[in-house]
T-cell receptor
Framework: KAGVTQTPRYLIKTRGQQVTLSCSPISGHRSVSWYQQTPGQGLQFLFEYFSETQRNKGNFPGRFSGRQFSNSRSEMNVSTLELGDSALYLC????????????FGPGTRLLVL | AQSVTQLDSQVPVFEEAPVELRCNYSSSVSVYLFWYVQYPNQGLQLLLKYLSGSTLVKGINGFEAEFNKSQTSFHLRKPSVHISDTAEYFCAVSEMDSSYKLIFGSGTRLLVRP
């Protein structure tokens, strides 16, 4: 069974631009969570989607948003990029919402110049 | 609010020596506990998890961890490490509430030397 896939793997943007990252969960998994990893703040929860609905949201500004499609694929969007948004963005999938085990993808590394 | 503390930012050890990576957590409710490993330029791989039952949990690659509720700890151990174990290790908890989001520690870099 294929794992979690994330595209693109690497991305370079400039301040003020917006970016969209994509995540395809493991087949049959219906819940997708997003995390941001930075050297300074470590791994932080962004949000979780299940059945096309956002279930939980972390403590991030409104510039960070996401959505989930009927096939469980998810996208996250960051608008008006700031230098501090440079990070590794990790997507994790689980069977259902509230499932205790999450499986992570390889991440998308975003560099904001 | 729950939190996870990994006191050691880096643990150097010689190949074939035993290792213990420490993890302590705080939470007002029951939690699930996890250890993940991250190799350079990769995502997180689940090593092991504690959900309930036996407090000694065995995972992949010869790792094991013991849940100690009274000390709120979940230390990771391996009796004999290999060069290939060099990586970043993250302890995480999720509370048994409606959220289940993962709260991570700051990570411990395991450096295995020949």
């Amino acid at each position: 069974k294929a794992g979690v896939t994330q595209t693109p793997r690497y991305l370079i943007k400039t301040r003020g631009q917006q970016v969209t990252l994509s995540c395809s969960p493991i087949s049959g998994h219906r819940s997708v969570s997003w995390y941001q990893q930075t050297p300074g703040q470590g791994l932080q929860f962004l949000f979780e989607y299940f059945s096309e609905t956002q279930r939980n949201k972390g403590n991030f500004p409104g510039r960070f948003s996401g959505r989930q499609f009927s096939n469980s694929r998810s996208e996250m969007n960051v608008s008006t990029l700031e230098l501090g948004d440079s990070a590794l963005y990790l997507c994790a999938s689980s069977l259902v919402a509230g499932s205790e085990t999450q499986y992570f993808g390889p991440g998308t590394r975003l560099l904001v110049l | 609010a729950q939190s996870v503390t990994q006191l050691d930012s880096q643990v150097p050890v010689f190949e074939e020596a035993p290792v213990e990576l420490r993890c302590n957590y705080s939470s007002s409710v029951s939690v699930y506990l996890f250890w993940y490993v991250q190799y350079p330029n990769q995502g997180l791989q689940l090593l092991l998890k504690y959900l309930s039952g036996s407090t000694l949990v065995k995972g992949i690659n010869g790792f094991e961890a013991e849940f100690n509720k009274s000390q709120t700890s979940f230390h990771l151990r391996k009796p004999s490490v290999h060069i290939s174990d060099t990586a970043e290790y993250f302890c995480a908890v999720s509370e048994m509430d409606s959220s289940y989001k993962l709260i991570f520690g700051s990570g411990t870099r395991l450096l295995v030397r020949p």
